[in-house]
């Protein structure tokens, strides 16, 4: 069989090298995904027709050609002149919202080149997603209309991002100019995580050098520690909301949250014209508040569900390892864990969609605080199976494992229908908790650098071999897919690179911000435990920033540029678990940190509340103070932003002063004027004194009577 | 001796019924007072000639007549031209630092007529009070160079004040016209506190109406009860919050505390010129803050000093009253308390004073800052005062009083020589709290009504015919003052009233926003004691208002129709006082709510912490959902700013493209322009598909031929 003649039009070979080392752009090119593996032919044909004619129909160009299975792409490229107009009205309109403080002069027809890649695609973006009444094609995928459209993404620039790559590696600390070159490449919601991952990195140092003297000079479940750990938390986060202020005024995008549209899956109960002439979908603001908190009985009962599960395998571990001495002992041992990893993820996963499902009903109108929403109920969920088996271990097992252990012995041998023996004795081991930490911290980074690099890259290299061996073993799958192999030479490279990034997954930031958030939540809640653990993440950050940007090279499409003005609610939860670390880090330091367990004659659990209140209000205390001096000093950028506005205002003034005609200065007749005016009750006593000097005539002449000096003298001196 | 002849120009009398009732206007007057008694006739004439010509040298009219005892009058009245155009200044520099968003329109020349009083009267005593580099004759009442300048006020409008006060005595609950007609007069500071007792007022029929319920059929310390008013506290401050910025909105003040001047007394470190070509005088803030730290320690010995008066008092009355049966038993019970009513004002009084050396040494840039700054540690002092009496009630006498008083007892008569009975048995009294605190609100309430306008009216009466007496009695006094006397007749009264206005004292409205926060504050802290406190501070409330209208007319000059933003500071003091209330209410039904004195075996003072904590903890939680849910409800007014800013700027561009011209439709040539371009390699890519309908073609002959229909059927069916 042969290729299709319109596939292969003749080019001088000779021009092209290679089209994917050529200096082709990729800022004016997106690529959609089509899938018609559901469909028959004439439905595929029909709906491939409309996609295609929705597409030009905005004045952008398209190509299609097949991809892997049954699935084509459909690459699309705008013309310089729609581009670049659109990137120019994206621009008015950040002006009409008042996220840029100056309008970028131009008319409608205005062309610009965007200021880098990124402004150019999400421009692109928008005229491919929007709806046709914000201008765009309307191509939403997954979803309605365009349930088979699998994606749609932007092409990889290799060049670029091999370069950042190498430009990274060679450097320790990254430079906000380094974070303008990833904004430049993948947006601001990707490069305010990268901001964030520095600024953290950066500021690990202290905890690690405080860890170091602490591990060598302080006793174990040191206060000092805890206390100075806590102090750094504060102070690190109160100035990153500075740096996400000063980023965002940098970027242009302060407030760009108020302008974003409406995703699709949004309904809305009434439309609403302003005074502006603008369309408001609504969807009543306390009906969706009212919505929300399902979210509260939903993390109750998972929270009461991931207790009680990761509960009953932790006692049944610790029944198994040791307490447990029946027969198949040394089988038994791996049971719950094994049990622990296969359930855990399931759970997960179950409750993850739940999660899902509930913000979906929450309605949200902006595709953001849909993220937004989702994504802390998820880090909820994520936090609990990570924290918990620490706090079981430190507040349940350590204290109370003497006491309660052998009883549960007996009770589950009972049940295995051995008789315990009576005289057992359980001894608590001591360094469970540190030991408990470690394994998770140092397993929880290896298993994610795992999960992250080496398990994506391995999966796809599976999923292309065998793709790969498919279409070229076609007969034997019995299809004519062969086809795909008409791949024009020059353009084959190009396009098995296009069609190894249409099967990546898309990229979603939030997943690679709630990794660091956890880290951080480590070392809050628990660093008294361990004064070493700073000391791993600071090692462990270095390369996670770099892995991230070979992640998102080579393991994700290239994501859309979406803007942002920071990482969003991440603050509140690395606020919560800071303020969460001054009641448990004082737990730690009250029950581990004294030798004997009264306190004043009393059990050390009854004066630990008095601890934990005491540790919380000096927490609270000095977090306000911190607050307050860092909003006294301000932000930089803040103010210079006040000064450009007040300097272009002035222009402004300046010009209008310009074009107006002096009219003469303000007093010259005034005094004139009032003598000549009509006299009325009022400007009786106005006029009294309005000769020159009469005034101070007057007062001197009150001063020198009431002095005791006759007026007379007065005036006669005068 | 005869009144000089230059102060007694002949005028039509018949014309001038009587100037104070004449259709005076009040928005361009301003008067100052002029103190020489410390001075001798030549240096107090060269002043008076140096402050004349401050004042007219900026375009002011002066009038100079004679005040009481050594003081002149100097009236200042601005030209209409000057004055209208120097609003019109102010609008511009709103505009200019962004706190108003629209141009004014209009040039440097441009004078136009003050929206009300206050805008005029505002722009007023900038004339008069800013220095010469702003615009201002410079006088600075009672600093540096004038020193002896008594006061600079602006007349009170009798007519205007007495209508309000009428018109607000018909009326119940104020609208927010009302507070229009309060911020007309006396400018957004003043307004914005009858704003906060309005909002305030009408919070409280809420806790009224449960407080009634909770007396009728709640126990006493009721646990329920307590919670309600908590989460009314919160309820009422997050939404005020917004009312205050929506007011701010409404009054184009939102913002305004940035273009404030600096104080007088602030002195620099050094001069910064920016970009904008502003000049900026710099005091380090790292510097203030240091010093603004030392208000710690300060706040710290105070505390200890006025709590260990305050105990000691408390002691000697608790012994006197109830444990001692000497001799002038009867005498001596009055002892302890008028000790510390002489005692309490005079250390009070010393520590404001210091407070205000502290302030002044933190070298705050303005007046607001100053006053906040000074504000918020005379409140510190004040709740120290109010609040800890009943503090030691119920955290120490009534749980600690059987115990300590028999010791205490002895001690003390051991001191005076006596030997005690070593059988005497102390009995607590049970309602001592709910005394105390009814005694302390009840009595606070009556004292501040006293104080704040029986008194004042009292003190003026005797000092007004004081001053009469010693004016109509000159010669007995050997002095020649009845020189005042000679007041034109047709001017006699006007200046009686004048000079009665220069004698008052300066309003502040600090004063009465702090007596309403520690109004709230029992509310806050003690509400479990005695249910029926809302119903009187609702009573009080609803008088207050009215008689502080009453107050700033009558007992205090015109306060300077200074703009503002809100309530300021108070915001922060209220907030604490309801966090604060969340731990002092749960351990007050803690302590008292439960018959026994045990929980689970224990001293309830050691489960105290838990329920403390528990209560906070619920408390901060409840907190943060309210503003969670507020803010997602969001201002009106907000919303209403950005839809105008909007539509402002929409405007604006809708101008710039009708002014441009249509340069034809984008992709008319589009598609031929991308034949006919030259191949690059890139280009070869993007052109395979360039026909009309090629792009279709080749993706329905792929479909067809992955789904194993012949692609040559495909191009006969075509």
């Given amino acids: 069989m042969q290729v299709p003649e319109f596939t292969l039009r003749s080019v001088d070979t000779a021009l092209v090298d290679d089209p994917t080392t050529a200096h082709i752009a990729y800022n004016d090119k997106y690529v959609i995904v089509y899938d018609y593996s559901q469909l028959d032919v004439s439905a ?78 999400m421009s692109l973006y928008h005229l491919v997603t929007w709806t046709r009444e914000l201008g765009g094609a309307g191509i939403t995928p997954g979803f309605g209309k365009w349930k088979n459209v699998a994606s749609v993404f932007p092409l990889h620039n290799p060049r670029t991002n091999t370069k950042l790559l190498v430009h990274l590696s060679k450097k320790f600390f990254l430079t906000v100019d380094d974070l303008d070159q990833i904004r430049d490449l993948w947006g601001t919601k990707v490069a305010f995580y990268f901001a964030f991952i520095q600024s953290y990195f950066l500021a690990l140092i202290f905890p690690c050098v405080v860890g170091v003297l602490a591990w060598a000079f302080l006793p174990k479940y040191s206060l000092v520690f805890a206390v100075i750990i806590c102090v750094w938390c504060t102070v690190f986060l109160e100035s990153w909301k500075i740096r996400e202020i000063d980023l965002s005024i940098r970027w242009k995008v302060r407030g760009v949250g108020k302008l974003k549209v409406n995703r699709p899956q949004f309904q809305y109960e009434k439309e609403v014209v302003d005074d502006a002439g603008r369309v408001h979908h609504i969807f009543p603001r306390r009906k969706r508040i009212i919505r929300q908190l399902a979210a509260v009985p939903f993390l109750g009962l998972s929270t009461i569900l991931l207790t009680f599960v990761i509960a009953t395998v932790f006692a049944l571990e610790t029944f198994i390892v040791e307490g447990y001495d029946g027969p198949y002992d040394y089988y038994l041992e791996y049971i719950p864990t094994v049990v622990l990893a296969l359930l855990l993820p399931f759970i997960n996963n179950y409750l993850e969609k739940l999660a899902a499902r509930l913000t979906e009903y929450e309605n ?68 469970k908790l540190r030991n408990e930490v470690i394994t998770l911290t140092v397993t929880g980074q290896l298993s994610s650098a795992i999960e992250e690099l080496a398990l994506p890259y391995f999966k796809n290299s599976v999923r292309d071999w065998w793709r790969t061996y498919r279409t070229t073993h076609t007969f034997a799958l019995g299809r004519q897919t062969k086809f795909v192999r008409g791949d024009d030479p020059i353009e084959a490279k190009f396009l098995r690179r296009v069609r190894k990034q249409a099967s990546l997954a898309p990229y979603d930031v939030h997943d690679d911000i709630s990794e660091m958030v956890l880290q951080f939540g480590y070392l809050a809640l628990f660093s008294p435990v361990w004064p070493l653990i700073p000391i791993g993440f600071f090692i462990n950050n270095w390369f996670e920033l770099r892995a991230d940007i070979v992640k998102i090279s080579i393991e994700h499409q290239r994501p859309t540029p979406i803007r942002n003005d920071g990482i969003g609610p991440w603050v509140a939860s690395l606020e919560a678990l800071t303020w969460l670390g001054s009641l448990t880090s004082a737990a730690i330091v009250h029950l581990f940190g004294f030798s004997n367990s009264t306190i004043y004659g009393l059990d050390r659990w009854w004066t630990l509340p008095i601890t934990i209140f005491a540790s919380e209000h000096i927490f609270l205390l000095f977090r306000a103070a911190v607050r307050w001096a860092l909003h006294a000093i301000g932000s930089e950028h803040i103010r210079k932003e006040r000064s450009e506005l007040y300097a272009e205002r002035k222009k402004h003034l300046d010009e209008l002063e310009a074009s107006s005609m002096k009219r003469g200065h303000l007093d010259v007749v005034e005094r004139e004027r009032r003598k000549s005016v009509r006299m009325t009750a009022a400007d009786v006593f106005w006029t009294r004194q309005v000769e020159e000097g009469a005034s101070r005539k007057a007062g001197a002449g009150i001063i020198r009577a009431m002095k005791g000096t006759d007026i007379n003298d007065f005036l006669k001196e005068e």
Same sequence: chains 1, 2.
């Avoid at 044909?45 to 049954?70: I, N, P």
């Avoid at 008042?98 to 008319?107: E, L, R, V």
């Avoid at 009883?407 to 360094?431: C, E, I, M, Q, W």
């Fill in 364 to 431: 949200h109108r902006t595709e953001d605080y849909y993220e937004m929403s989702l994504t802390q109920k998820i880090f909820v969920l994520q936090s609990i199976s990570n924290y918990l088996p620490i706090f079981l271990v430190a507040f349940v097992y350590v204290p109370f494992g003497q006491t309660f252990i052998p009883h549960l012995r007996t009770y589950l041998l009972s049940l295995a229908g051995v008789k315990a023996d009576p005289n057992f004795v359980f001894h608590v081991d001591p360094n």
């Fill in 44 to 121: 595929a044909t029909k709906e491939l027709t409309a996609l295609l004619h929705d597409l030009e129909s905005v004045g952008l160009q398209t190509e299609v050609r097949a991809g892997y299975e049954e699935s084509l792409l459909v690459f699309v490229q705008a013309p310089r002149e729609l581009l670049g107009n659109t990137v120019h009205h994206s621009r008015v309109k950040d002006w009409l919202y008042g996220i840029t403080k100056k309008h970028p002069g131009g008319s409608s027809n205005t062309v610009v080149a965007g200021a880098n890649e990124a402004e150019d695609l």
